[in-house]
């Protein structure tokens, strides 16, 4: 089992940033490749970023091409998610997610990932 403990949220003005971060459990974490997604009020979870378990592919949301950039050091169990140039809409929670998923090109969905963080909240305002 790998657990995911998201951390970094918070309020932001508009423009501004902030680094998420997710600490994994488990001494397989280099084993996974690892996704953000995010969830607004009275919406469906949706697709962020993701990285490839190796971390060499990265491949983002056309939504946060270009102000957000996901990364991972998998010698601190560890995956990041810097979000530059924020916007009002960019307002949700958070969740980072693991798959083991293989050979099945770039993972987007909800059900390619089968282990999910707690969430954290990221507030922008306007």
């Known amino acids: 089992q790998l657990q995911l403990v998201e951390s970094g949220g918070g309020l932001v003005q508009a423009g501004g940033s902030l680094r998420l971060s997710c600490a994994a459990s488990?001494?397989?974490?280099?084993?996974?490749?690892m996704g953000w997604f995010r969830q607004a009020p009275g919406k469906e979870r949706e697709f962020v970023a993701v990285?490839?378990?190796?971390?060499?592919?990265?491949y983002y949301a056309d939504s946060v091409k270009g102000r957000f950039t996901i990364s991972r050091d998998n010698a601190k169990n560890t995956v990041y998610l810097q979000m530059n140039s924020l916007k009002f809409e960019d307002t949700a929670v958070y969740y980072c997610a693991a798959s083991l998923i293989r050979g099945r090109g770039i993972l987007t969905g909800t059900s390619d990932f089968g282990f999910w963080g707690q969430g954290t909240q990221v507030t922008v305002s306007s």
């Open positions: 488990g001494r397989t974490f280099s084993s996974y490749t």
């Open positions: 990285i490839s378990w190796r971390g060499g592919s990265t």
